[in-house]
């Protein structure tokens, strides 16, 4: 089999935590690759400690990256044959990331990304807006609300098993931390976000 002609493209899978994200860019990845196209895979990796050198998702389903912190990281990885390129947690990247999806783009390359649109205060993710905007192709994935069972579009933090304040510091050392999928009317925050 001949691999296809691929057309470049940016297509964003977006959700809260356990919506599937990564589950789905896995699926298409996969996909990919059975199509015979050369594939490359990132990861953001959030510090220097672990180096997770694959996509999870929380169904159990692994694929191969490569952990890079930063934008530039990526670039190496790239060849002229590269064809396929998925970046998983896009949202952890800061904005050259912008940059650098838009200059694969136009060497013909098709890119998929799967980020969190908002964080736990519900505030739009550090890229993801201008992403989402660009993107040839959106998928809004939605989790089940552990506390109603409806659709959830929003992540809860807790923090000691209570909702975490708006203005809590991200790493609280020594606090037992916990991250959940929640709708609208249960996610808990005690500053009322824009949205
Ligand atoms: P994400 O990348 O968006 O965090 P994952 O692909 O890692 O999502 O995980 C999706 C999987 O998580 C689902 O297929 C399901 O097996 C599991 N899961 C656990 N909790 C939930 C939940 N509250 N809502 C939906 N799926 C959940
Ligand atoms: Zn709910």
Redesign the pocket.
Known sequence: MIAPLIKSSLEVIC????????????RRLRRAHYAKLSVAVFKHQLDDRTAIDHV????G?LLAAQPIRSAHELEPFIFGETQVIGI?EVQFFDLEIINVICKLIARGKRVIV?GLDLDFKRRPFGPMPTLLAIADEVTK?K????ECGTD?HFTQRLVDGAPAQYHDPVVMVGAQEQY??RCRNCHRIDLQPPF
């Open positions: 959700g809260p935590m356990f919506s599937g994200k990564s589950e789905e860019l896995i999870a998702s929380h169904n389903t998983d799967a994935l989790a089940i609300c552990l959830a959940q999928a």
